[in-house]
């Protein structure tokens, strides 16, 4: 049972990041209530309250009807305008910054929920209005259903202001960098806690059993409390050695067991894992360097030219580089003391190569930008690490950026100032 309940909260995991999951909620829910208020207007509420509140009740059919009709037309327009709206930040997002940046803005629950509430709105008016006969007499009229109605329209108003505030917030590069390191933050503090006070010795497994998924696509995540459970009864340890966010190909070996598998085994530790075509920052803090990286390279491009951006990414960089250190570079998983599961992970010697790779490239011949580069390894340089390794990873990345400074910048007195860091 708690393995099906774990697999259940992978899936909600997995379908909440879709623009289309909170809207369809609130449409369910929005159908609901206008079936229910039916059911309450046949028990008469409508005339006990016309006794109660009469002066925001309606008296007549055809009004109801012109001011629900009203409410419905300027509620769809709102809802086509918001929904070109999500359209353009997309676009721009995608166009200025990176194609990485949409899965995590399409999940943003604040647009989700706005477009919930105007489709609610519409559908519970849609079906209000069929109650509805203009020849009515008052004390038979849907009065309470009209005046929610109304009440449901005025709320999508309020909700549509707040949607242009976020909206024209939610495109500054300066939120979208923040965002993405919070998120990242969040996840690897996560993993920081969950490995204090564990092990760090998993046997080699060169020589174990190898399983392939049998299908492809990126590697998002997994639920390590039922293979925890899968290994224990089974009485096996399990290797993962694709890490998150890679790709898996089909025929490509995907995780390796100690013992020889049943089958059906494997199938079940297959169905505990997610695969999809895009990732998300809370389930893979190694995409928000990717995304960050992008963004500081797309920014030094010819076409954008915004050394600011790229700034503000290094910065941004710089402190997810120096809470990186802080972790581990084994992800093992264990159960009663028993060292049970590891996932293939990307060392931080090849997290800050991939980045600096990039950044290098085109930031090499900017003198600021070198600057900018050297203070940030020399900052993560003094810091403490969780393996004394990373600082020579870091030495080495130094080396090599005053290497290729020297090779591209056309001024002998701007390399003079980079390698006395004093830019």
């Known amino acids: 049972m708690r393995a099906f309940f774990n697999r259940i909260y992978d899936f909600f995991n ?17 159908l609901l209530q206008a079936m229910f208020m039916m059911f309450l207007e046949k028990q008469g509420i409508s005339r006990t309250m016309l006794n109660v509140i009469p002066p925001l009740m309606v008296e007549d059919g055809d009004t109801a009807l012109t001011v629900l009709s009203a409410c419905l037309g ?21 166009n200025n910054y990176s194609p990485r940046l949409l899965p995590g803005l399409i999940s ?31 004390y038979t009229l849907p009065g309470v259903s009209v005046l929610i109605g109304i ?5 999508c108003l309020v909700a549509f202001i707040y949607f242009i505030h976020n909206i024209s917030q939610s495109i500054q590069i300066n939120n979208i960098l923040d965002n993405i390191f919070v998120e990242a933050r969040k996840r690897l503090e996560n993993l920081i806690d969950t490995e204090e006070g564990t092990h760090t010795v998993f046997p080699s497994s060169e020589k174990w059993k190898e399983y392939e998924v049998g299908h492809c696509g990126y590697f998002q995540n997994l639920s390590t409390e039922n293979i925890l459970e899968i290994c224990e009864k089974n009485e096996t340890k399990i290797h993962i050695v694709i890490p998150k966010g890679l790709f898996v190909h ?19 530790i297959v169905s505990n894992i997610s695969f999809s075509r895009g990732e998300l920052v809370e389930d893979n803090y190694i995409l928000a360097f990717k995304q960050i990286t992008e963004i500081a390279v797309k920014a030094m491009s010819p076409g954008i030219n915004d050394p600011g951006t790229a700034i503000n990414a290094i910065d941004y960089l710089t402190e997810l580089f ?24 990307i060392s931080f010697e090849e997290l800050i190569y991939y980045i600096m790779a990039s950044l ?16 940030m390894l020399n900052y ?31 001024s002998d007195w701007d390399y003079q100032k980079l390698e006395k860091g004093q830019l």
């Open 14 to 30: 997995t379908i909440e990041s879709k623009i289309a999951f909170y809207p369809t909620l609130l449409a369910i829910f929005g």
């Open 151 to 155: 009440i449901f329209t005025i709320s």
């Open 250 to 268: 089909s025929n490509a070996v995907f995780f390796k067991s100690e013992r020889k598998l049943e089958k059906d085994v494997v199938n079940t």
């Open 380 to 410: 993560l340089e003094a810091q403490t690490a969780a393996d004394e390794d990373y600082h020579r990873v870091i030495d080495k990345e130094i080396e090599m950026l005053l290497a290729q400074a020297k090779d591209s910048l056309d």
């Open 360 to 375: 290098r490239t085109y930031c090499k011949h900017d003198p600021i930008m070198a600057q900018k580069l050297l203070w």
């Open 74 to 94: 300027g509620l769809i327009s709102l809802m086509v305008f918001s929904f070109s709206m999500v359209m353009l930040l997309l676009s721009q997002a995608s």
């Open 108 to 138: 943003d629950k604040r647009h989700q929920f706005i477009l919930g509430i105007f489709l609610a709105s519409i559908l519970y008016i849609i079906f209000t209005l069929f109650s509805i006969h203009p020849s009515e007499e008052k």
């Open 322 to 345: 120096s809470l990186r250190m802080q972790k581990k570079d084994q992800s093992i998983f264990s159960k009663d003391d028993k060292e049970l599961l590891r996932i293939a992970h």
